[in-house]
Every structure is written in structure tokens, then in C-alpha cells.
């Protein structure tokens, strides 16, 4: 036989095996797919309770502040985007890590001299979300390990998991003003820990740490090496005379990737523009840098017409319009604080900032109830007001939003004294 007969052979039963199987349709989901959950859309879109039909439903349940109205973006704002719109110049595709004019005017308005940042430092993503999703894959290997706070922002979790890599969670303290137990946290480090990501001021807990205390995690991670993830997202969203001290600002030689971006601050979710902050004052983060660049290829860049938008977003935005936002929601976290806290089986943790209330359950006290996910789904059945159960964010209390307006949110509550 020859070898061109041979070869013709080897080919012939190769196709044979081939179509012997895949004789039948068989399209299995992919691992990713399969190993990417978020806890609290499953939760809450999947709740198998029903609302009570007589009774309007009131949702305390998602974080997003354009629900009710109530919350509206600045005038300034809507005419940044218009101007863009009428420029016929920001409709097209531009650099996967974003333009050079939104990039220029962030370093130019959070640059400062203990945190100073250029250009090239800085990354945009497809809201804060993707941010994180371009922070966490940069940093982290399949193999490796991340730490997450508990009770914490269950995207975080999302993303990880979906990337193979391993979930430690650091008990936040609820009696210390959800401060880190940084003893515990200690306990779960070793060689194949990547990074430490840190939430303040925090969703869920609506709790802002002191720089004393944000000096003491820099410590740890300053004697272990552990890079840190700061979501900041809700920065300077805090209560009366509580001061939000960005964590870069606090160390030159623990390297940071802060994600933020326009959702929370300007009242905007949809409009999905996030970015990554690079603070790396000695070279640490070169190979860092470069990761980042390369994973925003994958979404190809936030929204163009937003992103030229940005510059005029920033600066022209009056401090009025952010000190009104902050106000709102303080009154709100009274307003619930007042009525929940008098309620028996109930203990309210009052909120330092940010737009959320954790609320603890002592299940004792609650005739044919065993868990936060029964409360919740009771709660919304015979009350129509819809709560986060804490296992979404990986503890046993709930979490309520203070976005709606001050009446309806008084309602809530009030719904929630009759349950």
C-alpha cells in the first residue's frame, strides 16, 4: 500500500469516527457558563413567592436609585450627553481602555499628591462591574485564591468563580461597624492568595471605615504582598461629619486597582461607565498594566457617547447636586432606623453612608419562620415589600435599599412592623 493510500485510509476512518459521534445533537453548556451564578438576581428575579395582589409592592430590594424617581440625575448632565449627541462625533468606536479625553479629565480631577495619577494610569470599562471584571482577571490565575468580604457584594463571588479561581471570605464585624476581623483575616493567606478586594463605603452594610482602621489592613497587606482591589464605587457617599478616606491615599508602597465610575454618584447604573484606577508608585504593576490593556480588548470599551461625555460630567456637576444625594439617603436610613429599630425580633445596624441597611433577625421571635429567605418571601406574600436576604451576601440578616422616596419608604417599614 502507498503512502498516499494509507493516508487517504487514516482520513476516511477518521470521518467515520467522527460522524459515528456526532450522530445526535449533543451542545452541553460551557464550564464558565456553568460555574457563573449571581446570587442575588437568582435570588431575587427567582423568589417563587408572589406579591399580595391588595397591597402596592414596594421593593427594597436592588440598588438601583433610578427605581422610583425620586433620585434624578443633574440637568448638567443630560446636556453633556446632548452636546455630544449633536456633535456627531461620538458615535464611533474608540480605544478599548477609553478615549483620551475621559481618561485625561479623571486624573486631572482625582489625581492628588499623596495619590497622584496620569493617564496611563487609569482604565475604562463597561460600568464598574466590568471594571472589577478586568481587575480580577488581571490579577488573579485559575489556580489562585481571592479574598472577599463576608457579608459582601455578591458579584464578586460572580466573576471569581466563573474565572476558576478560588472564593476566601474575611468576616466583616457587625458590632464594630462592620470593621474587617483582621485576625481571621490573616488566617486565610497563603502562596497562592493574589489579592485582597475591599469594599468601602460597603454594600451591603452601608458602613465606612476609619482611616485608623484602613491603615491597619494596609499593614497586613504591606508584610503579606497582597495587592488591593478597592470597589469605591460609593466614595464619599457617606453620613454627617464621617469622612471617606480613599485607601490609596493612605499608602506609597501597597499597589491598588480602585474601581469606581459614574453609577452610583451620578445616579446613572445604565449608562455603564466604570474605570480602574492604577496607584503603583514603584513599578510593582508593569505586568498588571499591560493584563489590563489587553483584557479590555475582550469587551472593546464602554459607551463612546458617554465616555466623551465624561469631562463635562465631572466638572460641571454642581457639589449641591451630590450633598442633596447623600442627604436624601441619610434622612431615608433615619427614617427606617426610627420605625425598625422598635421592633421586636428585629436589630438595625444604622448605616455610616452609601444606600443600604443590614437588618438582623432573631428567627425566635417569628412563629413558622426558620431562615432570612423564608422571612423575605413571607414578608413579600402577605406585605408587598421586597427585602435582599443576607444569604445572597453570605450571612443570615436582610438587607433592605433606603432609595425609595421618604413616604414610601415609611410605608415599608411600617408593612414590615404589621408582618
Avoid at 280 to 303: M, P, V
Amino acid at each position: 500500500m502507498s503512502v498516499n493510500d494509507r493516508t487517504e485510509d487514516a482520513l476516511n476512518n477518521k470521518v467515520k469516527n467522527v460522524m459515528t459521534s456526532r450522530s445526535k445533537w449533543h451542545v452541553p453548556a460551557s464550564i464558565v457558563s456553568k460555574r457563573t451564578v449571581n446570587p442575588i438576581r437568582e435570588t431575587v428575579f427567582n423568589m417563587r413567592a408572589k406579591p399580595n395582589p391588595d397591597k402596592e409592592l414596594i421593593s427594597l430590594a436592588l440598588g438601583d436609585p433610578t427605581i422610583f424617581g425620586n433620585f434624578k440625575i443633574h440637568e448638567s448632565c443630560i446636556d453633556a450627553v446632548i452636546k455630544q449627541l449633536q456633535s456627531y462625533k461620538a458615535n464611533g468606536y474608540l480605544p478599548a481602555f477609553g478615549c483620551e479625553e475621559a481618561r485625561k479629565a479623571l486624573a486631572k480631577k482625582f489625581s492628588t499628591e499623596d495619590a497622584p495619577l496620569t493617564i496611563r494610569d487609569i482604565v475604562l470599562g463597561s460600568g464598574a462591574s466590568d471594571a472589577l471584571n478586568l481587575a480580577i482577571g488581571a490579577l488573579c490565575n485559575e489556580d489562585q485564591n481571592i479574598l472577599l468580604p463576608r457579608p459582601g457584594f455578591s458579584i464578586y463571588q460572580t466573576i471569581s468563580q466563573s474565572k476558576g479561581i478560588e472564593c476566601r471570605y474575611y468576616n466583616l464585624l457587625p458590632d464594630r461597624n462592620w470593621e474587617i476581623d483582621l485576625d481571621q483575616l490573616v488566617t486565610l493567606i497563603d502562596d497562592k492568595t493574589a489579592c485582597i478586594l475591599i469594599n468601602n463605603p460597603s454594600n451591603p452594610c452601608g458602613s465606612n471605615f476609619s482611616r485608623q482602621h484602613l491603615e491597619s489592613i494596609i499593614q497586613v497587606c504591606e508584610t503579606y504582598k497582597l495587592v488591593i482591589i478597592a470597589d469605591e464605587i460609593y466614595e464619599d457617599m457617606v453620613f454627617g461629619s464621617t469622612k471617606f478616606y480613599p485607601i490609596a491615599s493612605l499608602t506609597k508602597s501597597v499597589p491598588i486597582l480602585k474601581v469606581s465610575g459614574l453609577a452610583k454618584r451620578f445616579l446613572v447604573p445604565g449608562w455603564r461607565v466604570g474605570w480602574v484606577f492604577i496607584y503603583d508608585q514603584n513599578g510593582i504593576l508593569d505586568e498588571i498594566r499591560d493584563a489590563l490593556l489587553s483584557l479590555s480588548n475582550i469587551i472593546l470599551g464602554a459607551n463612546s457617547l458617554i465616555q466623551h461625555s465624561i469631562p463635562n460630567i465631572i466638572f460641571n456637576t454642581p457639589d449641591e447636586f451630590y450633598q442633596d444625594t447623600i442627604n436624601q439617603f441619610e434622612r431615608s436610613a433615619s427614617v427606617s432606623a426610627s420605625v425598625l429599630s422598635e421592633i421586636r425580633g428585629l436589630h438595625v445596624i444604622v448605616p455610616q453612608g452609601a444606600m443600604y441597611m443590614m437588618i438582623g433577625i432573631n428567627i425566635e421571635e417569628f412563629k413558622g419562620i426558620k431562615d432570612d429567605v423564608e422571612f423575605a418571601a413571607k414578608l413579600l406574600e402577605e406585605e408587598s415589600v421586597m427585602c435582599l436576604p443576607g444569604q445572597t451576601i453570605f450571612i443570615k440578616l436582610v438587607r433592605i435599599t433606603l432609595i425609595p422616596p421618604t413616604e414610601k419608604l415609611k410605608e415599608a417599614c411600617d408593612r414590615i412592623r404589621e408582618f
